[in-house]
């Protein structure tokens, strides 16, 4: 057999093997996507869905400030949150990378993502118990005479972005100590001949060298975070709605589905922005 057979019999089998993929795929994301894109330029009249193309769903939502503002809300949130777990999530994988005996780092990260081992659901349960007005932080600070009045900690954004980055620093550690232990140390020498502190080098070799790892984490938090429906709902109350609150109501109070869409559509419009600006610093692998 030539070699340019071999290459098309290999061809043919790699095909084989991802044409099951490719299918799911196709029918479970393509397909539905397709239609989701459709159904977002018809029109909900009374009970009926009319299959007219209009750009009003659209429209609306830059017109009713309601829907804009659950996206803006929805950027705030994801932002602050974003911003809070990287800084707590690189001292922490900093010190398991480099300070924790090797013998010991696998434990340390099985600890750190112990919590994912719980249910999404449970855990933002959990955290309203904690956060609660009759909750462990407002008793323990009653206890003791630091506060007078319990504090609003939950049904409010506070409580929301408290869940969230307890959920994301954990990611977060994962992503940046895997970039961390990629880190050659000569770099560190190197940079330490030519006369830099401890705080140049870190800032002007290991920060730089281990942005991909940040940045990988931080978008992940990024989409994780602004499509999440569950954590707003149960720890942030109905005070102050997130755009996936709003199309959830979309679906389950108006039955409109055409809006819902709509609103889909845009929150994977933000997604793929924030994915273009991340583009770059996208990759765990050193070059």
């Known amino acids: 057999m030539t070699a340019t057979a071999l290459e098309r019999a290999e061809r043919r089998k790699a095909w084989a093997f991802a044409l099951p993929g490719l299918l799911w795929t196709a029918l479970f994301f393509l397909v539905p996507f397709a239609y989701m894109v459709a159904i977002s330029f018809w029109t909900r009249q009374g009970r009926e869905i009319v299959a007219t193309w209009t750009l009003d769903n659209y429209v609306a939502f830059f017109q009713k400030a309601h829907f804009f503002k659950g996206l803006v809300v929805s950027l705030e949130i994801t932002a602050t949150v974003t911003v809070i777990s990287v800084l707590l999530a690189y001292p922490l994988a900093w010190i398991i990378a480099e300070r ?76 940046i100590y895997a970039n961390l232990i990629q880190l050659s140390p000569n770099y560190r020498r190197a940079a330490a001949d030519l006369g830099a502190n401890a705080f140049q080098t870190f800032w002007h070799v290991v920060l730089p060298l281990t942005l991909p790892g940040i940045m990988v984490g931080a978008f992940l938090t990024f989409v994780l975070c602004i499509g999440d429906y569950i954590t707003p709902q149960i720890l942030g109350g109905n005070n102050e709605l997130v755009l996936p609150q709003v199309i959830m109501l979309q679906l389950g109070r108006r039955a409109d589905f055409p809006m819902a869409a709509a609103l889909s559509l845009v929150l994977m419009a933000v997604v793929t922005l924030a994915y273009i600006a991340c583009a770059r610093w996208l990759k765990m692998e050193r070059t």
Not at 103 to 131: D, E, G, H, N
Not at 143 to 153: D, K
Not at 157 to 175: A, E, P, Y
């Open 100 to 175: 924790v005996p090797k013998k010991w780092q696998r434990f340390a990260l099985v600890m750190a993502i112990l919590p994912f081992w719980t249910s999404y659901v449970v855990r933002s349960y959990s955290w309203l118990l904690v956060l609660s007005k009759g909750g462990v932080v407002n008793q323990t600070l009653l206890s003791i005479g630091i506060i007078a009045e319990p504090l609003e900690l939950s049904a409010n954004r506070t409580g929301t972005v408290i869940g969230f980055v307890h959920f994301f620093v954990m990611l977060l550690t994962l992503t």
